[in-house]
């Protein structure tokens, strides 16, 4: 029986708002751009990224393209990494265009500001899907086919809506309790839909190279391409072994020094050695393989965190107060025809700046705090409320009352 693997990477780099005090509310409405303070000079950081990861890795990725005819990948890259490519890493962007445009490349759908609006603003967040579609076909010509929502959000709900959108795939976590019995490791229905198709991360292989990798304490440390091909061919439980995490894994999360990149050069000559091996694209394994089940997910469940919900951007007060008052300036924000406060609006919107307020503890709580370029949640906190002050004082001098 023939395996395909799934390759599918995320590319993503939100705009953080820099150290944004209430002596700056109401008479500066920069909240983003800072060439002071280099924990989020978003300039910085996107450069530091694209030397580490996006460049060195996209050419290892073209070379894996050009030897192996059956190498292929997956990608969805957000609006606002997009656009900070386009002012301030253009080669970076170039080597993404160069890798779409052999043909061997497949771009996912997601919302442009990587944001959570489903949970909050369906108009808003349909808006978002069609931004982001219109940006991928301006900057790589293809029109995405396949749905992936922030953090890789899903539940019921999405699925139907995936459906009547014309999607005929949708992504989520192949998370042990909505599986019950079953395997991450074939294509599924989604329940309620007639046309849609499901794919599973197969979250532990996935977080292996993701997390693990680099773990000398690891008990399989250290991890080879032939031992990870291994593992995959030995399972017999699947056609298509979905490999989902963040693009940064390689060289930014996981440095050179680990050997990740030399992993990844390796793993299609292993996997490949097999005839009935090889790689697909994600619509490709929703054409190619049959539907094993139908999944049944009413409550959401994402890729974060131990506890796989939405706990790690709306778990406590200080996440809750922010999002919900930033929805709720929508309709005076959008009646305001201002582009400038509207595209302010829409970069607070992005789920981020949430994942940098929360306040879990233990291993949890080390992951956010890798990411998090503030001390602590409560500064992160503070600098965004700042910023949304600001917001309501400019809606103010327009005349709505907030």
Known sequence: M???????????????V??????????????????????TSNERILKKVAEKSYIPTNKTLL????????????????????EQMQKWSPESLASFQELVSTGRVEILAETYHHSLAFFYSRPEFEMQVDMHRRKIEEVFGQTPRVFRNTE?????????????????????EGWDPILDWRSPNYVYRPVNTDNIRLLLKNYKLSDDIAFRFGNSDWIEYPLTADKFSHWVSEDPNGTNFNLFMDYETFGEHQWHESGILGFLEHLPKEWLANDNHTFMTVSEAIDTFESQDSIDVPNTVTWADT??????????????TSITGLYAMENDILSSNDLS???????LQTSDHFYYMCTKWFNDGDIHAYFSPYESPYEAYLNYMNAFRDLRFRLAEKGFAV
């Open 152 to 172: 890789l959000a899903y539940n019921n709900e999405l699925a139907v809506w995936a459906n009547n959108a014309g999607f005929k795939g949708i992504l989520a």
């Open 341 to 347: 406060l509207i595209d302010d609006w829409r970069r």
């Open 18 to 39: 820099k150290h944004y005090t209430v002596y700056d509310t109401g008479s500066n409405h920069n909240y983003f751009d800072s060439e002071f303070d280099s924990n």
């Open 307 to 320: 506890e796989r919900d939405l706990s790690a951007w709306l778990g406590n007060a200080l996440q809750g």
């Open 63 to 82: 070379d894996l393209i050009q030897k192996y005819p059956e190498f292929k990948i997956n990608l969805s890259m957000t609006g606002t990494v997009i």
């Open 2 to 16: 023939s395996k395909a693997i799934v390759l599918y990477l995320h590319v993503h780099q939100p705009y953080r």
